[in-house]
Nanobody
């Protein structure tokens, strides 16, 4: 059974940093693109970042570009999201997801497996 478990969320002051991790189990995801999405209360889920299966291609939402960095360690079946210069508007539940294909995509309907999410709260 495929399982994605996010960790690293928490409460941080504006300007601070957090590093999210997403550990995958149940199969090897080294050949598949992975992504991070977020959903704030009362808002739709939105794309944050994605990375190809090789890790050589990445994509970011304009709102996080230059502040967030996505990376992966295929040996550990884990994807990371380093979040710097956090803003109150970054407050949301963050979800990792895995495609069943190696190319990165920004649409959530292109992702097959999802984690349960980790809460990030940024205070002003």
């Amino acid at each position: 059974q495929v399982q994605l478990v996010e960790s690293g969320g928490g409460l941080v002051q504006a300007g601070g940093s957090l590093r999210l991790s997403c550990a995958a189990s149940g199969r090897t995801f080294s050949n598949y693109a992975m992504g991070w999405f977020r959903q704030a209360p009362g808002k739709e889920r939105e794309f944050v970042a994605a990375i190809s299966w090789t890790g050589t291609s990445t994509a970011y939402a304009d709102s996080v570009k230059g502040r967030f960095t996505i990376s992966r360690d295929n040996a550990k079946n884990t994807v990371y999201l380093q979040m710097n210069s956090l803003k109150p508007e970054d407050t949301a539940s963050y979800y990792c997801a895995v495609r069943n294909n190696g190319g990165l995509r920004i649409s959530d309907n292109q992702y097959k497996y999802w984690g349960q999410g980790t809460q990030v709260t940024v205070s002003s």
